[in-house]
T-cell receptor, first 113, second 115 residues
Framework: GDSVTQMEGPVTLSEEAFLTINCTYTATGYPSLFWYVQYPGEGLQLLLKATKADDKGSNKGFEATYRKETTSFHLEKGSVQVSDSAVYFCALSDLQGAQKLVFGQGTRLTINP | DTGVSQDPRHKITKRGQNVTFRCDPISEHNRLYWYRQTLGQGPEFLTYFQNEAQLEKSRLLSDRFSAERPKGSFSTLEIQRTEQGDSAMYLC?????????????FGPGTRLTVL
């Protein structure tokens, strides 16, 4: 079945550092890809998404590009802030049927001032 | 628009008891999903409704679990004869269902602890 593999955490960085969180997927067909974020004490929120190959999703300074050839959707940010500390989940959605989300295991990010 | 709400936020029960959770989706959202999240893991799909019809269920949803969405509005998830392995965060999400890759909006979750 479909699956998502994320870079294992936790990840700890200093403020203004460059961030990459790796995400690769296995799926039949061409799913849509998502990054969700869970801030402390809050529910899951969509961060960005891409629906077809070579699409780039972006939001709040974060970016991720849908790479069909490497089946990847790595999350990047050029300069992280303390407020970016959260758990980040990569997910895919099949275009058929329920369009349910299949999540990776999550990566906990801590940014130190 | 008040977002997806879930009730209760926390539930502690003894093994063997029945529990019921409620989810109120964003109004006019046709699709409603239930997921389960255990500590250190990503959410896993349980079941899905299109309006009032339950169209897909995961193998994770044993016979002790039942979900309803009467009149296509709020949904309930009931777990009968709870087991310690049922302890998890139960998440509800809704989407408009108007196009491919609609955003799913998540509620805050109900944390279940089975003693």
């Amino acid at each position: 079945g479909d699956s998502v593999t994320q870079m294992e955490g936790p990840v700890t960085l200093s403020e203004e550092a460059f961030l990459t969180i790796n995400c690769t997927y296995t799926a039949t067909g061409y799913p849509s890809l998502f990054w969700y974020v869970q801030y402390p004490g809050e529910g899951l929120q969509l961060l960005l998404k891409a629906t077809k190959a070579d699409d780039k999703g972006s939001n709040k300074g974060f970016e991720a590009t849908y790479r069909k050839e490497t089946t990847s959707f790595h999350l990047e940010k050029g300069s992280v802030q303390v407020s970016d500390s959260a758990v980040y989940f990569c997910a895919l959605s099949d275009l058929q049927g329920a369009q349910k989300l299949v999540f990776g295991q999550g990566t906990r990010l801590t940014i130190n001032p | 628009d008040t977002g997806v709400s879930q009730d209760p936020r926390h539930k502690i029960t003894k093994r063997g008891q029945n529990v019921t959770f409620r989810c109120d989706p964003i109004s006019e959202h046709n699709r409603l999903y239930w997921y389960r999240q255990t500590l250190g893991q990503g959410p896993e799909f349980l079941t899905y409704f299109q309006n009032e019809a339950q169209l897909e269920k995961s193998r994770l949803l044993s016979d002790r679990f039942s979900a309803e969405r009467p009149k296509g509005s709020f949904s309930t998830l009931e777990i009968q004869r709870t087991e310690q392995g049922d302890s998890a965060m139960y998440l509800c999400a809704s989407s408009l269902g108007a196009s491919i890759a609609d955003t799913q909006y998540f509620g805050p979750g109900t944390r279940l602890t089975v003693l």
